[in-house]
């Protein structure tokens, strides 16, 4: 079985896609249709819309507000612009299952 690294990329999915399909498919193929869904993924969000994956969570792009912060370099207080930051909700099912599981005893020792 193969294993599917922690930081999946267009070229990993790629590869562990046409293990799966037993390489039945062109690899050309499979990497096109990869493509395709990455850039209309990325369109959605762009546009506003939320990607919503069955039974996993909620993947959105959200703007944050501008906030003050001390800039060293300037030595003053500066007010720095709103950005966007990618965020992703898990199901309430899955999050209740993790918060099951999650032992703060052990995570968190008294030193």
């Not at 950005?83 to 032992?103: A, G, N, S």
Request: aromatic content about 10%.
């Amino acid at each position: 079985m193969a294993n599917v690294p922690s930081n999946v990329s267009k070229r990993n999915l790629w590869r562990y896609v046409n293990q799966k399909i037993k390489r039945f498919i062109h690899h050309y193929h499979v990497f096109s249709v990869i493509t395709i869904l990455f850039e209309e993924m990325l369109k959605d969000l762009k546009q506003g819309k939320d990607i919503k994956i069955f039974n996993l969570g909620t993947i959105s792009l959200q703007e944050t507000k501008p906030r003050w912060y001390h800039d060293v370099t300037q030595r003053k207080v500066v007010l720095s612009s709103k950005h966007k930051i990618l965020r992703f909700v898990l199901t309430p099912k899955i999050r209740k299952k993790l918060c099951e599981h999650l032992d703060i005893d052990t995570t968190f020792k008294d030193d």
